[in-house]
Structure formats: C-alpha cells, structure tokens
C-alpha cells in the first residue's frame, strides 16, 4: 500500500516543548516537502528536501528544523523558538513529473 | 500584489451548473501550473496539471494564458461532491516549490 503517512493525527503540546512530527513514505520520490495551513490561508513552505542529506529553508523556516537521513523520512521538529506553532502541517512529496502528494496532515495545537 | 491570486468565493452554483475559476499569477517566469482539491480539513489532492495546450479530464477542463498570465478551471454538470475548495498553484521555473494561491471555495446546492 503506497503512500505518504503523518503521525499523529492530532497533537497538543505545552508551550515551551519541541515537538517533531513524522512523516515517512514509501513512494521512492527523491524530493519531499513541509508546508504548514493557517486557516483562511493558502499553504506555506517550511522546508524541502530534494535528496537524501540535504535540505533548504522555505519561506518560514524560523523555528522549525528538519532532518533527512533516509529517502522515506523528513521529520520536521518544531521548536519552542516557534511563535505561532498551532496550524495544520502538511507533508508532500514530488514526483518526476512535479507533481506533489500530500500526506492527511498532523494537527498540532500549543497552548 | 500576490504571487498566485484567487478570487476566494464562496461560489454557490446548482446541481448541474457549470461554474468556472481563475487564478492569475505574477511570475512570467512560471513553468508547472496545477489544481487541487481540498476537503475541509483534510488535505490537497492534485486534480489535474495544466498544459499550455490546455486539458480536460472528464467534466474538468483546465487552460492555460501565459499572455495574461491566468490558469481557468471549468466544471461542467457540477456534483454535490465537486463542493471543496480549489486551490491554484503555480511552480517558477528553476525551482522545485509550488507558490499556492488561497483557495476558491465551492458549493454545489441540491
């Protein structure tokens, strides 16, 4: 069964803790992706990973840190340097014909 | 001025009626154009590239305007199911990152 997988579903934190959300995929696309959703709003870049052991800041980079030590993996952590981290966080990645697919999302709420 | 615009909506059309969605984009330069489909709360699934040529797949045509710099998504005989939000995305050439528009709502009404 293919595909992109994000867990939890739902995630509530503390203010001060790092969180690090998963996501794993079993596609053997090369390239993946972090975007995070605010409600009302269309979808921001966090980090991209074009091949194993390298990665790129997107346009809202600050607060969050990733790793990409396998092509199935791309965990991204939030960090408590983060000042807004409540949002729905989508994984993605692209295939040779650069086109995206998502994984359903982690929902992480702070308080 | 954005880089992908979309007018947000909502557009509440009947069963059956045929409802079409622009989006313009800022970059010239843009290579890769797409439409997705969101469901609330859930997330974007690509519902079909878009070619300079323009393509349909089934009751969804989309085109392309490089000259005015917009992409159309039309759907024809719409079905409550199509109710979702459509989200246009753009990739500039010399990149690997879509820049998404916000979103045009839609809602089919028995």
């Known amino acids: 069964d293919g595909g992109i997988t994000q867990s939890p579903k739902y995630l509530f934190r503390k203010e001060g803790q790092n969180v690090t959300l998963s996501c794993e995929q079993n596609?053997?696309?090369?390239?993946m992706y972090w975007y995070r959703q605010d409600p009302g709003q269309g979808l921001r870049l966090i980090y991209y990973?074009?091949?194993?052991?390298?990665?790129q800041k997107g346009d809202i980079a600050e607060g969050y840190s990733v790793s990409r030590e396998k092509k199935e993996s791309f965990p991204l952590t939030v960090t408590s340097a983060q000042k807004n981290p409540t949002a729905f966080y989508l994984c993605?990645?692209?295939?040779?014909?650069?086109?995206?697919?998502f994984g359903p999302g982690t929902r992480l709420t702070v308080t | 001025r954005k880089e992908v615009e979309q007018d947000p909506g909502p557009f509440n059309v009947p069963e059956g009626a045929t409802v079409a969605f622009n989006c313009t984009y800022s970059?010239?330069?843009?290579?890769?154009f797409f439409w997705y489909r969101q469901d609330c709360r859930k997330e974007p699934k690509l519902l079909m590239s878009?070619?300079?040529s323009g393509n349909e797949d089934g009751r969804f045509t989309a085109q392309l305007n490089r000259a005015s710099q917009y992409i159309s998504l039309l759907i024809r005989d719409s079905k409550l199911s199509d109710s979702a939000t459509y989200l246009c995305?753009?990739?500039?050439?010399?990149?690997?990152?879509?820049?998404f528009g916000t979103g045009t709502r839609l809602k089919v009404l028995a």
């Open positions: 993605a990645t692209m295939t040779g014909h650069r086109e995206q697919y």
């Open positions: 596609l053997n696309h090369d390239a």
């Open positions: 990973s074009q091949i194993v052991n390298d990665f």
């Open positions: 970059n010239s330069a843009s290579q890769s």
């Open positions: 878009v070619y300079s």
């Open positions: 995305v753009v990739m500039p050439s010399g990149t690997y990152k879509y820049i």
